[in-house]
């Protein structure tokens, strides 16, 4: 990143990027926890068993509450491209413009046409429509996932594009560009990390409520589906996706790999640094301990592969903030890692029968949840501080991509003032999202038994 | 095939003005109709379920403008940057409070709730008017299509104008009384106790309060964009947009008069959209109007994406609109029916 303070292009992006990074702190787990309503409607429809739709009707109303945050904050986003980032807009639109639309037409009606009906339908609807409207937000919350990588990917990977004769791009090939390869092991790899955001949540409230002996059945519930879906997520994440990705890098963004592996030099086997701080102005790792060869066989299938180093390419083709990159990659590595390991543990001793009673995991599984957060947005940092200095990559630069006439002392005053929206919204989502769970799932009292408790106090009152 | 866009962008943008402006004048309404606390929920829970699917509207507007005029979205939205931004923390926070502030049956939770929702409903209406009256003045776009404003200038509407300027302001105002009307109208419908009775009383005095001040604003818009008038005369769509104002003007009065509440909630809703289509329809094919060199106005024929951009939109956009209409009769089936204060069917509001 341009440490030139008074660079506008500096100011966009660090607005762009807080908001950003703010915003996909709900999403993930809205993705994530999409598929356990889901799951849960499906075995209360065939088991008939009550405590399912407890379980539905307790997430219910925090995966509202983070759904409302995340629409608000989402919004500003697709603004931002035009506010924020007119030189790429009216460069690119006639691309990114088509998946921003088709996000809108096809995901956003879909999602908070259903959000409602999931949240207070299930009298109304019947337990039949109920699941499906939870199938309809979780697709609709897919697929907006899926158009917006799909333009990420883009500007990672540009394809099915054409350079018009004024120099801007339009689409020259829609099943190109929605089918592009970057895409799908983006969303493959997204998705899964997105799961594990759920997963280590549901586990955690799990947790929480075993540590307190409080909801048993519902604890239980929260643990197995929380550790069992943490695995499967955990593992999928690293492999094939996280992999997958890795190789991509490797394949189009070489430059970009070495800035992330801190791999100043090129050459064969290659490793990946356990510990050691890039320093850039003497190019070098500092104090490596290294795993011979694992980079060369990660990205390129064999521990003699050759990995190409940043001293390959000139300066300004380096990703802009090298520091920062490679910390963000390695810290997505290293809690990957300790998921895999984490929830494998956990699932081993649910296998026995141990889970609940071993007090000193039901803390760490407790206090695990923010670490997928911190994963998620570390990750995200690696892919587009790696995509630096380009804004799509190889075709248009980020420094050529920001609004010439928004002054910074626009952007500085709007920035300070999400920021302080944000902070607060942060707080007030902290401070209901922990008011449901100490309420914790109703197990007694259904939702009639509840709606007669406000219809009587209403009247009451009206009285 | 760039008319029919220019029509769809704005018929969208028009859908979501018509559907959240209810929302919009029910916050204004909020401090003289609802009186309780109880009234209050009512009140949210007549607009509350459907919220965020109303401001859907808007997100696919912008996504379908970066699509198919994408010079446009980069051009107006630099320049509004500071409008825009404001538009922007009005929706969040009306969007919070509308969520949250059920959350806890509490009086100083649920005061401060209804606080905000007052606040930025207000902003949002005079915000949106004022957009209107900048798209309908112009703004100060330079050679190159870009263009930069501050708050206000002078506050006339000639030259390096602000987002502010006597004209905007009077169409900010027509917004607020407008909205305020439809909302009224809106409630009335949905709503049933002294709230309904209240809202039956103050939409017949705002609409009567509608005529002049739109009487107003077509001579203010006829002093600051003359050949708007020469160009809507000439233009079939402005007078079919006129045909569909005397038709619903009519029969919303009609409505008003015999309590009819849904003939006078669907003429609301005609009414506004008749309105916002003349307008739309007058200022095409310009869609940013230059107050500093006619000739650097930005049209719909020079912003647009390339026509195999335009091509593709046209395939695909047809049928996201129609699962949206499902979805639409899907959940306003759903949501059928008066909200009453003391029978909370429909939600947690």
């Not at chain 1, 804004?391 to 300070?416: E, M, P, Q, W």
């Not at chain 2, 776009?141 to 905007?168: C, E, I, K, Q």
Request: aromatic share 16%; charged share 10%; with cysteine.
């Amino acid at each position: 990143m341009n440490s030139n303070l008074s660079d506008p292009a500096f100011w966009s992006r660090f607005q762009f990027g807080f908001t950003l990074t703010y915003h996909y702190l709900f999403p993930q787990l809205t993705m994530g926890l999409a598929w356990f309503l889901v799951y849960w409607k499906w075995r209360a429809l065939r088991t008939g068993d009550e405590k399912y739709n407890h379980a539905v009707r307790f997430w219910a109303k925090i995966f509202g509450l983070n759904f409302a945050v995340g629409v608000v904050t989402g919004i500003p986003m697709e603004f931002q491209f035009g506010t924020n980032w007119a030189g790429f807009t009216r460069y690119a639109g006639g691309v990114i413009g088509q998946t921003l639309a088709m996000e809108g037409m096809f995901a956003f009606f879909l999602e908070s046409a259903f959000i409602g009906a999931l949240i207070w339908g299930e009298k109304r609807l019947g337990p039949r429509y109920h699941f499906l409207a939870a199938v309809g937000v979780a697709l609709g919350s897919w697929l907006s996932g899926y158009f917006i990588l799909v333009t990420n990917a883009f500007m990672q990977h540009p394809v099915g594009y054409k350079v018009g004769a004024d120099g801007l791009l339009g689409i020259s090939s829609l099943s190109a560009y929605l089918l592009n390869p970057w895409a799908w092991v983006e969303f493959a790899h997204n998705q899964m990390a997105a799961l594990v955001t759920g997963s280590f949540v549901v586990a955690a409230v799990g947790a929480f409520y075993s540590l307190r002996e409080q909801h048993p059945k519902q604890s239980q519930l929260y643990l197995r589906a929380g550790v069992s879906a943490g695995l499967i997520a955990s593992l999928l994440v690293a492999f094939p996706t996280g992999d997958q990705q890795a190789k991509m890098v490797g394949r189009h963004q070489p430059v970009t790999l070495a800035a992330m592996e801190g791999r100043f030099q090129g050459g064969s086997m290659a490793g990946v640094a356990i510990i050691g701080q890039p320093n850039v102005a003497a190019q070098r790792l500092d104090n490596p301990i290294e795993v011979p060869g694992a980079l060369s066989f990660l990205a390129y299938g064999t521990f003699q592969s050759y990995v190409h180093g940043l001293d390959e390419y000139p300066a300004n083709a380096w990703p802009d903030n090298i520091e920062l990159l490679y910390y963000s990659f390695h810290l997505m590595i290293t809690l990957g890692t300790i998921f895999i390991l984490l929830m494998a543990f956990a699932t081993f001793q649910n296998w026995r029968g141990r889970l609940q009673s071993s007090t000193w995991l039901l803390w760490v599984l407790m206090l695990a949840f923010p670490f997928p957060y911190i994963a998620n947005t570390v990750g995200w940092m690696t892919a587009e501080l790696g995509r630096q200095p380009w804004l799509a990559y190889g075709l248009f630069h980020t420094r050529d991509g920001y609004s010439k006439v928004v002054s910074n002392g626009n952007t500085i005053f709007t920035l300070i003032g999400f920021i302080g929206l944000y902070f607060v919204l942060g707080l007030l989502f902290l401070f209901l999202v922990g008011r449901e769970i100490a309420h914790g799932p109703d197990e007694e009292a259904a939702v009639e038994g509840r709606a007669r408790v406000v219809t009587a106090r209403g009247k009451e009152q009206v009285a | 095939m760039i008319a029919a866009w220019y029509a769809i962008v704005s018929l969208m943008l028009i859908t979501y003005v018509v559907l959240d402006g209810r929302n919009f004048g029910a916050g204004l309404l909020f401090a003289v109709i609802a009186k309780t606390r109880e009234e209050r929920r009512q009140v949210i829970a007549a607009i509350g379920p459907l919220w965020s699917w109303h401001e859907v509207w808007l997100v696919a507007f912008g996504g379908v403008l970066v699509a198919v005029f994408p010079k446009l979205m980069a051009s107006a939205f630099a320049g509004y940057y500071l409008a825009l931004f404001l538009i922007l923390w009005c929706l969040i926070l009306r969007g919070i409070s509308i969520e949250v502030g059920g959350h806890i049956n509490d009086r100083l939770w649920q005061g401060f709730w209804d606080f905000v929702f007052v606040s930025a409903n207000l902003l949002l209406a005079v915000l949106f008017g004022a957009a209107a009256g900048n798209l309908a003045r112009g703004v100060p776009l330079d050679a190159n299509g870009d263009f930069s404003m501050p708050f206000f200038t002078d506050f006339t509407p000639r030259g390096h104008v602000g987002l502010l300027d006597w004209y905007t302001v009077s169409v900010a105002i027509f917004a607020v009384v407008i909205l305020t009307a439809h909302g009224a109208t809106y409630l009335t419908l949905k709503t049933e106790g002294p709230v309904h009775d209240r809202c039956a009383i103050y939409a017949r005095y705002l609409w009567a309060l509608v005529a002049p001040v739109l009487l107003i604003i077509t001579v203010e818009s006829l002093e600051v964009r003359p050949e708007l008038f020469g160009q809507a005369i000439s233009n079939p769509i402005c007078w079919l947009g006129l045909l569909v104002i005397i038709g619903s003007a009519t029969a919303l009065v009609s409505g008003l008069w015999t309590g009819r509440e849904l003939r006078a909630f669907l003429a609301s809703n005609f009414l506004l959209a008749g309105l916002l289509i003349t307008g739309s329809a007058a200022i095409f094919p310009v869609m940013l109007y230059s107050t500093l060199s006619p000739q650097d106005s930005l049209t719909a024929n020079s912003v647009a994406a390339p026509h195999n951009s335009l091509f593709l939109a046209s395939i695909w956009w047809p049928i996201g609109f129609a699962l949206a209409t499902l979805y639409f009769v899907f959940i306003s089936r759903r949501y059928a029916g008066k909200v009453s204060v003391n029978r909370d069917n429909q939600s947690v509001y």
